[in-house]
């Protein structure tokens, strides 16, 4: 760790002076799909995978105009529906603070259930200069949940995407969420991040890599812009709740990740991933290791490196593309390899040892020549056994949850997404249409990444005739529509009515959630509930 920080040291006393923009922008699909006009026009050469993005000249204009929609100029002092609670502004710096209710009720018609929510945050940010820009928020929750969100708290012990969960009352939880992020960008092509956050990489809403879904996590970032080359490389110290060690606390690791997107042209653009993720303690084995520094390496592909330690460590690679047909229409993809066996991949033999998942989806803005109405249709999948290890410690997971898509993997999901906003009014839809297999009878099937790859549920006598959706076969069906009216642009602050219908069956049980809740809300942290089960009831 001193390693790491003389680094970080080294960079601020390097750095030039040139003048530069830096503001960061959290990110939550339902507030970037605004900005995808911009974003995705055929006319610039925008990088547009790695979320959260760095408010630049190009995308100005549009975010100071949703950040300050209705705002009189002429107008001194603050304002409740465009001000933030304090706003404090000098010629070398800013300061904002907010308070963030989160307060809600909600009735699940199916389960004959009423539902709450009561979250109160507070969020403090601003900048020095126009290099550096900070943002802390903190939130205290509780909430009583429709049955299937229930379920998957109870057997992962997170509320998902958040924090641990802990019970209140016979049916509710409580916890606690953070954020914190510094970002300083010295030179136009330069950004240096440091806090707890999530970083999602990809152009769906959906992602195969490394998505926004698991909880936060502190983290060390170096994102580097030479024109048409942009480069991202990513330290993060994670949690691995699921075996606490000798004194009974979580098990720590660590993991880097690369990526690098080459925009070849005004349409077409081609991207490169790695991942390696190694643990502190091995619960197995009782080893423990520290920061290992050969992964300080911030050139792409460290799986070399991995291998010359002895390939002790779980590596992941990964590859995206996106072809810009017109202004109105993007198709995009990804592909993550885990693991394979040349013997085998190029056959239908369905060994286990081929493990990957890939990603294809058009997206575009204006649908229909309506401004403002944005839509994606994407297609995920991922075989058994993907993101799963040798070690438990070393799955693909952050704080017992995914870090790719949060269904695990051994899955097929197909999703729609409409967005319109006019004016301060935000309408979204959503159809999610998912099969996937449960593990049954005591054997692993595939999609609990959390299970022993080396153990799949036709071993010993073979590791083929593995296939997508084997198992315990599930469907599930999940709809959702949500109309808001934003009262503060700055913090997201809304009055927001959402109506949830989800259903799913396979041989051993059959759920259905109908839910509507409303509420008032703000900030722009993602909440996810279009989740599949984890494991059988």
């Known amino acids: 760790m001193k390693k790491i920080f003389s680094i970080i040291l080294l960079l601020f006393s390097i750095i030039g002076i040139a003048s530069a923009q830096s503001e960061y922008q959290p990110y939550s699909y339902q507030f970037y799909q605004k900005l995808n006009a911009d974003l995705y026009s055929t006319q610039t050469r925008e990088h547009t995978a790695i979320k959260s993005l760095i408010i630049d000249s190009l995308l100005r204009h549009r975010y100071d105009s949703l950040m300050n929609y209705g705002t009189n100029n ?9 001000s933030h609670l304090i706003d404090v502004k000098s010629p070398k710096s800013t300061f904002y603070l907010d308070v963030l209710p989160d307060l809600g009720i909600g009735r699940d018609f199916s389960g004959k259930l009423t539902t709450n929510a009561t979250s109160v945050g507070l969020q403090v940010g601003g900048t020095f200069g126009d290099k550096l820009y900070y943002n802390i928020s903190g939130y205290q929750n509780s909430a009583i949940f429709p049955q299937y969100l229930s379920t998957y708290i109870n057997q992962v012990g997170i509320v998902p995407g958040q924090a641990y969960a802990r019970t209140y009352q016979n049916n509710g939880y409580d916890w606690s969420y953070l954020t914190a992020v510094l970002s300083y960008t010295p030179v136009k092509f330069l950004n240096i991040s440091a806090g707890r956050d999530k970083t999602f990489i990809g152009d769906g809403y959906r992602s195969e890599l490394l998505s926004d879904y698991a909880s936060p996590y502190p983290f060390f970032k170096l994102t580097a812009t030479l024109g048409n080359v942009k480069y991202m490389a990513l330290w993060a110290y994670m949690n ?13 690791k660590w993991a880097v990740f690369h990526y690098l997107d080459w925009n070849i042209s005004n349409r077409l653009s081609f991207g490169l991933f790695d991942s390696i993720i190694w643990y502190t303690v091995d619960n197995e084995t009782g080893r423990s290791r520290g920061f290992d520094v050969t992964y300080l390496n911030p050139i792409l592909f460290l799986r070399p490196v991995e291998a010359a330690n002895g390939s002790p460590d779980n590596a992941l690679l990964g590859a995206t593309g996106k072809y810009k047909i017109s202004d109105g229409v993007t198709f995009y993809g990804q592909f993550a390899l885990d693991e394979f066996q ?3 991949f190029f056959s239908n033999d369905g060994s286990s040892r081929n493990k990957y ?7 575009g803005p204006n649908l229909f020549a309506v401004k403002g109405l944005n839509y994606l249709l994407e297609y995920n999948t991922a075989k058994p056994y993907t993101y799963s290890e040798h070690s438990i410690t070393e799955n ?8 790719a898509h949060p269904w695990g993997a051994n899955f097929r999901e197909l ?10 009014f935000d309408i979204s839809a959503e159809a999610d249409f998912g099969r996937y297999g449960l593990d049954v009878n005591g054997l692993n099937y595939g999609k ?12 010993p006598a073979t590791i083929l005739g593995n296939y997508t959706g084997q198992g315990l076969t599930t469907n599930m069906v999940y709809a959702e529509a949500k109309v808001a009216y934003v009262l503060n642009p700055k913090y997201n602050l809304r009055i927001e009515l959402d109506g949830i219908y989800r259903t799913e069956n396979n041989s051993q049980f059959s759920d259905k959630t109908t839910w509507l809740t409303i509420g008032i809300r703000s900030s722009f942290r993602a909440v996810y509930n279009d989740l599949a089960s984890y494991r059988t009831h």
């Open 396 to 403: 693909y997971s952050d704080n017992n949850e995914p870090l």
């Open 74 to 82: 002429s107008q001194n002092g603050w304002n409740f529906f465009s």
């Open 240 to 252: 691995d709740p699921y075996y606490a060690n000798a004194t009974g606390n979580d098990v720590k």
């Open 415 to 424: 999703v729609a997404l409409l967005n319109y906003s006019y004016k301060r």
């Open 357 to 363: 998942g890939w990603q294809l989806g058009v997206r």
């Open 448 to 459: 609990d990444i959390f299970q022993l790859y080396d153990y799949p549920a036709r071993y």
């Open 342 to 344: 040349s013997q085998y």
